[in-house]
């Protein structure tokens, strides 16, 4: 089974970098821009989660595939420092194939990650519904203004433009968003990479309860892309649902600037906050 591997031996976190992953040796420094909303200390999803993306498309394959579905499982919070990163191919195949990704912090597992690649082939399906976008594009939508330039994902990682609601609004959301850096230094970032990143901001940018009163951070993070995206924009229809007893699940539909792109989902846990997260 094919096999590819990233660690870092050095325990010190690297300069300030304009890419959310600096690669040093054979693993990957964060950079401030991947810091999440509930601890300075810990990532927002969308980076790591983007990471173990490029690391498992890049494995070697015979014929042109493609990743149809990837499912993100967070154990813990991800700290802002040095992350080494496996992947391997599963299950072989031609046509289907099967691949996984770790992502550690030394001994410790952070993240697993599952993918499922198909075959590209030019096919006659019929005729298809044209692409559209029922709603305004990135240049016709409103932009998100941060509340500070303190780096953080949801800050300097990424632009927001909202077609329908606004960050501090409750209730679904409409936003485009584009990286603002690559997600790795030196290496181009892949649709793949820009879709999922972009798919963990579901909870936060549809948020159902008010921020600063309940914690709602997400234990998954699935997305299935029936087209490749187009172009730097990415955009979210979201919404979530929640239940008293603290569980809910956010789904958003994924668009790019020509038309629908796929769907993703996030399984969420529900507090109470005590103090409000440092990084709101």
């Known amino acids: ?3 590819a591997a990233a660690s870092l031996a050095s325990g010190t976190m690297a300069a300030m970098s304009d890419a959310l992953f600096t690669p040093q040796k054979r693993g990957y420094v964060p950079s401030d821009h991947a810091r999440g909303p509930w601890d300075r200390a810990a990532m927002h999803g969308g ?14 394959t015979e014929a042109p595939m493609a990743v149809v579905r990837i499912t993100v499982e967070i154990f813990r919070p991800v700290p802002l420092r040095p992350v080494e990163v496996a992947a391997r191919i599963e299950r072989e195949g031609r046509r289907v194939q099967l691949l996984s990704a770790t992502l550690t912090d030394g001994n410790t597992e952070l993240c697993r990650a599952t993918a499922w690649r198909m075959r590209i082939a030019d096919l006659d399906v019929g005729e ?25 994902f949801h800050r300097t990682g990424v632009e927001m433009r909202y077609a329908h609601g606004s960050f501090i609004e409750q ?9 603002v850096n690559p997600v790795v230094a030196g290496r181009t970032t892949t649709p793949l990479q820009r879709a999922v990143a972009a798919a963990d901001f579901g909870n936060g940018v549809a948020s159902a309860l008010p921020w600063g009163q309940y914690l709602f951070i997400n234990t998954d993070l699935t997305v299935y892309l029936h087209r490749q995206p187009e172009g730097e924009w990415i955009c979210l229809d979201a919404s979530t649902d929640v239940d008293p007893r603290g569980v809910g699940v956010a789904h958003s539909r994924l668009y790019d600037e020509r038309g629908p792109i796929g769907r993703s989902l996030q399984g969420l846990f529900i507090d109470r ?8």
Request: net charge negative; charged share 10%; proline share 20%.
């Open 1 to 3: 089974m094919a096999y």
């Open 47 to 60: 980076p790591p989660a983007a990471l173990m993306a490029g690391v498992m498309e890049a494995l070697p």
């Open 128 to 152: 298809q519904p044209p692409l559209e976008v029922p709603f305004a594009g990135p240049a016709a939508s409103t932009a998100h203004v941060p509340e500070s330039v303190d780096p953080a």
């Open 171 to 179: 209730g679904p959301a409409t936003v485009w968003m584009r990286l």
């Open 273 to 280: 906050l005590r103090v409000t997260p440092p990084g709101v």
